[in-house]
Protein backbone atom coordinates (compact mmCIF):
# COMPACT_ATOMS: atom_id res chain seq x y z
CA UNK A 1 0.00 0.00 0.00
CA UNK A 2 1.60 3.14 -1.51
CA UNK A 3 1.76 5.78 1.31
CA UNK A 4 1.32 9.52 0.72
CA UNK A 5 2.71 10.66 -2.85
CA UNK A 6 3.17 14.44 -3.66
CA UNK A 7 5.20 15.81 -6.34
CA UNK A 8 7.43 17.60 -7.24
CA UNK A 9 9.81 17.12 -4.32
CA UNK A 10 11.59 20.29 -5.01
CA UNK A 11 9.77 23.26 -7.08
CA UNK A 12 11.84 26.70 -7.84
CA UNK A 13 9.61 29.74 -9.07
CA UNK A 14 10.30 32.96 -9.72
CA UNK A 15 8.88 35.70 -7.75
CA UNK A 16 5.11 36.50 -9.31
CA UNK A 17 5.16 32.83 -11.36
CA UNK A 18 2.45 30.10 -10.05
CA UNK A 19 2.97 27.49 -7.95
CA UNK A 20 1.47 23.88 -8.24
CA UNK A 21 1.73 21.51 -5.39
CA UNK A 22 0.07 17.74 -5.93
CA UNK A 23 -0.91 15.46 -3.30
CA UNK A 24 -2.50 12.13 -3.77
CA UNK A 25 -3.64 10.64 -0.58
CA UNK A 26 -3.36 6.90 0.74
CA UNK A 27 -5.53 4.44 -0.85
CA UNK A 28 -9.28 4.24 1.01
CA UNK A 29 -8.11 8.09 2.27
CA UNK A 30 -10.85 10.68 1.08
CA UNK A 31 -9.25 13.44 3.78
CA UNK A 32 -6.41 15.61 2.93
CA UNK A 33 -4.87 18.28 4.81
CA UNK A 34 -2.06 20.98 3.87
CA UNK A 35 0.63 21.95 6.26
CA UNK A 36 3.07 24.35 5.91
CA UNK A 37 6.71 24.68 7.62
CA UNK A 38 8.56 27.66 7.52
CA UNK A 39 12.68 27.14 8.13
CA UNK A 40 13.17 26.39 11.07
CA UNK A 41 9.36 26.66 12.46
CA UNK A 42 7.03 23.58 13.48
CA UNK A 43 4.06 22.66 10.93
CA UNK A 44 1.22 25.17 10.45
CA UNK A 45 -2.26 23.88 9.12
CA UNK A 46 -3.50 25.55 6.41
CA UNK A 47 -6.38 23.86 4.86
CA UNK A 48 -8.53 20.56 5.47
CA UNK A 49 -10.40 18.93 2.64
CA UNK A 50 -12.53 16.13 1.58
CA UNK A 51 -13.32 15.17 -1.75
CA UNK A 52 -14.82 18.04 -3.68
CA UNK A 53 -15.64 20.00 -0.47
CA UNK A 54 -13.10 22.19 1.86
CA UNK A 55 -13.73 21.82 5.27
CA UNK A 56 -11.57 23.89 7.19
CA UNK A 57 -9.52 26.61 5.81
CA UNK A 58 -9.12 29.28 8.51
CA UNK A 59 -4.93 28.50 8.30
CA UNK A 60 -4.82 29.43 4.60
CA UNK A 61 -3.90 33.53 3.60
CA UNK A 62 -6.34 35.04 2.07
CA UNK A 63 -4.73 35.86 -1.00
CA UNK A 64 -3.16 34.09 -3.58
CA UNK A 65 -3.90 30.39 -2.18
CA UNK A 66 -6.12 28.12 -2.87
CA UNK A 67 -6.70 24.05 -2.50
CA UNK A 68 -9.36 22.04 -4.34
CA UNK A 69 -9.53 18.20 -3.75
CA UNK A 70 -11.58 16.89 -6.95
CA UNK A 71 -13.21 13.68 -7.49
CA UNK A 72 -10.28 11.75 -8.87
CA UNK A 73 -7.59 12.77 -9.08
CA UNK A 74 -4.81 14.68 -6.70
CA UNK A 75 -5.46 17.46 -4.29
CA UNK A 76 -3.58 20.42 -5.79
CA UNK A 77 -2.39 23.82 -3.24
CA UNK A 78 -2.16 26.44 -5.55
CA UNK A 79 0.05 29.58 -5.15
CA UNK A 80 -0.90 32.78 -7.17
CA UNK A 81 1.59 34.97 -7.92
CA UNK A 82 4.93 33.55 -5.47
CA UNK A 83 6.92 36.01 -3.08
CA UNK A 84 9.93 35.08 -1.19
CA UNK A 85 8.06 34.44 1.87
CA UNK A 86 5.89 31.87 0.25
CA UNK A 87 9.85 29.93 0.29
CA UNK A 88 8.78 26.52 2.46
CA UNK A 89 8.31 22.98 2.75
CA UNK A 90 4.67 22.50 2.40
CA UNK A 91 3.20 18.78 3.82
CA UNK A 92 0.34 16.72 2.77
CA UNK A 93 -1.18 14.52 5.39
CA UNK A 94 -3.96 11.87 4.78
CA UNK A 95 -6.54 9.90 6.88
CA UNK A 96 -9.53 7.60 6.19
CA UNK A 97 -13.02 8.77 6.72
CA UNK A 98 -14.33 8.60 10.15
CA UNK A 99 -17.33 6.72 11.97
CA UNK A 100 -20.34 8.90 12.67
CA UNK A 101 -21.69 9.24 15.78
CA UNK A 102 -18.20 7.50 17.66
CA UNK A 103 -15.74 10.19 19.62
CA UNK A 104 -12.18 8.47 17.51
CA UNK A 105 -9.43 9.37 16.02
CA UNK A 106 -8.01 9.16 12.68
CA UNK A 107 -4.17 8.84 12.06
CA UNK A 108 -2.97 11.37 9.72
CA UNK A 109 -0.42 9.98 7.26
CA UNK A 110 2.06 12.26 6.23
CA UNK A 111 3.54 12.82 2.43
CA UNK A 112 7.15 13.90 2.02
CA UNK A 113 6.82 17.32 1.26
CA UNK A 114 7.45 19.66 -1.59
CA UNK A 115 9.93 22.15 -0.63
CA UNK A 116 9.29 25.43 -2.38
CA UNK A 117 12.18 27.85 -3.24
CA UNK A 118 11.50 31.11 -4.38
CA UNK A 119 14.18 33.24 -5.96
CA UNK B 1 -7.79 28.34 19.81
CA UNK B 2 -5.08 25.29 20.99
CA UNK B 3 -1.68 26.38 21.49
CA UNK B 4 1.19 23.94 21.83
CA UNK B 5 5.03 25.04 23.43
CA UNK B 6 8.10 23.61 23.48
CA UNK B 7 10.52 25.42 25.65
CA UNK B 8 13.99 23.34 24.57
CA UNK B 9 14.73 24.46 20.82
CA UNK B 10 17.78 22.20 21.21
CA UNK B 11 18.87 19.12 23.70
CA UNK B 12 21.72 16.65 23.26
CA UNK B 13 22.60 13.29 24.98
CA UNK B 14 24.80 11.14 25.13
CA UNK B 15 23.67 7.77 22.96
CA UNK B 16 22.58 4.83 25.24
CA UNK B 17 21.15 7.83 27.70
CA UNK B 18 17.60 8.48 28.55
CA UNK B 19 16.47 12.42 27.65
CA UNK B 20 13.26 13.77 28.40
CA UNK B 21 11.69 16.54 26.00
CA UNK B 22 9.25 18.69 27.05
CA UNK B 23 5.62 20.12 26.00
CA UNK B 24 2.67 22.06 27.64
CA UNK B 25 -0.18 23.00 25.79
CA UNK B 26 -3.34 25.45 26.42
CA UNK B 27 -7.32 23.90 25.48
CA UNK B 28 -10.31 24.69 26.91
CA UNK B 29 -11.09 21.32 25.39
CA UNK B 30 -11.93 17.96 27.19
CA UNK B 31 -11.63 15.64 24.50
CA UNK B 32 -8.33 15.58 22.77
CA UNK B 33 -5.35 13.26 21.06
CA UNK B 34 -1.60 14.53 21.61
CA UNK B 35 1.34 13.16 19.57
CA UNK B 36 5.12 13.65 19.27
CA UNK B 37 6.10 13.05 15.83
CA UNK B 38 10.21 12.63 14.73
CA UNK B 39 11.13 14.91 11.87
CA UNK B 40 14.64 13.22 10.61
CA UNK B 41 16.66 15.17 8.26
CA UNK B 42 15.00 13.45 5.46
CA UNK B 43 11.96 15.86 6.81
CA UNK B 44 9.55 12.50 6.60
CA UNK B 45 6.84 13.29 9.73
CA UNK B 46 6.52 10.36 11.58
CA UNK B 47 4.47 9.45 14.69
CA UNK B 48 6.00 8.38 17.34
CA UNK B 49 3.62 7.78 20.01
CA UNK B 50 0.05 9.10 20.51
CA UNK B 51 -1.74 9.76 23.82
CA UNK B 52 -5.60 9.76 24.34
CA UNK B 53 -6.90 12.82 27.36
CA UNK B 54 -9.61 10.26 28.45
CA UNK B 55 -6.88 7.30 29.57
CA UNK B 56 -4.98 7.96 32.72
CA UNK B 57 -2.46 5.56 31.57
CA UNK B 58 0.69 6.86 30.00
CA UNK B 59 1.57 5.45 26.88
CA UNK B 60 4.59 3.54 25.53
CA UNK B 61 6.00 2.35 22.47
CA UNK B 62 9.23 0.59 22.75
CA UNK B 63 11.96 3.10 24.02
CA UNK B 64 9.07 5.83 23.45
CA UNK B 65 7.06 6.55 26.74
CA UNK B 66 5.26 9.60 27.53
CA UNK B 67 4.53 11.41 30.97
CA UNK B 68 0.82 12.93 30.42
CA UNK B 69 -0.29 15.07 33.18
CA UNK B 70 -4.09 16.23 32.11
CA UNK B 71 -3.87 18.87 34.65
CA UNK B 72 -0.75 20.99 34.42
CA UNK B 73 -1.62 20.45 30.57
CA UNK B 74 1.73 18.83 30.41
CA UNK B 75 2.89 15.86 28.00
CA UNK B 76 6.83 15.05 28.11
CA UNK B 77 8.24 12.32 25.37
CA UNK B 78 11.02 10.06 27.11
CA UNK B 79 13.61 8.23 25.38
CA UNK B 80 15.38 5.51 27.19
CA UNK B 81 18.44 4.03 25.35
CA UNK B 82 18.79 6.13 22.72
CA UNK B 83 20.37 5.68 19.68
CA UNK B 84 21.86 7.56 16.70
CA UNK B 85 18.89 7.21 15.00
CA UNK B 86 16.79 8.91 17.14
CA UNK B 87 18.70 12.59 15.70
CA UNK B 88 16.09 14.58 14.97
CA UNK B 89 13.36 17.08 15.10
CA UNK B 90 10.71 16.38 17.51
CA UNK B 91 7.34 18.48 16.76
CA UNK B 92 4.40 17.61 19.86
CA UNK B 93 0.91 18.22 18.35
CA UNK B 94 -2.37 18.75 19.86
CA UNK B 95 -5.72 17.52 18.31
CA UNK B 96 -9.33 17.86 19.41
CA UNK B 97 -11.41 14.96 19.62
CA UNK B 98 -14.44 14.93 17.27
CA UNK B 99 -17.67 12.67 16.30
CA UNK B 100 -15.47 11.91 13.01
CA UNK B 101 -12.06 11.94 13.80
CA UNK B 102 -10.77 14.10 11.73
CA UNK B 103 -9.45 17.14 13.06
CA UNK B 104 -6.38 19.56 11.97
CA UNK B 105 -3.33 19.13 14.17
CA UNK B 106 -1.78 21.99 16.21
CA UNK B 107 2.31 21.74 16.45
CA UNK B 108 4.78 22.91 18.76
CA UNK B 109 7.58 24.44 17.19
CA UNK B 110 10.10 21.61 17.97
CA UNK B 111 12.96 20.34 19.53
CA UNK B 112 16.32 19.99 17.72
CA UNK B 113 17.66 16.53 19.61
CA UNK B 114 21.38 14.84 18.81
CA UNK B 115 22.76 12.03 19.66
CA UNK B 116 26.01 12.11 20.55
CA UNK B 117 28.24 9.18 19.65
Known amino acids: NAGVMQNPRHLVRRRGQEARLRCSPMKGHSHVYWYRQLPEEGLKFMVY????????ESGMPKERFSAEFPKEGPSILRIQQVVRGDSAAYFC?????????????????FGPGTRLTVL | AQTVTQSQPEMSVQEAETVTLSCTYDTSENNYYLFWYKQPPSRQMILVIR??????QNATENRFSVNFQKAAKSFSLKISDSQLGDTAMYFCAFMKGSNFGNEKLTFGTGTRLTIIP
Open chain 1, 93 to 109: ASSKPGLAGLSSYNEQF
Open chain 2, 51 to 56: QEAYKQ
Open chain 1, 49 to 56: LQKENIID
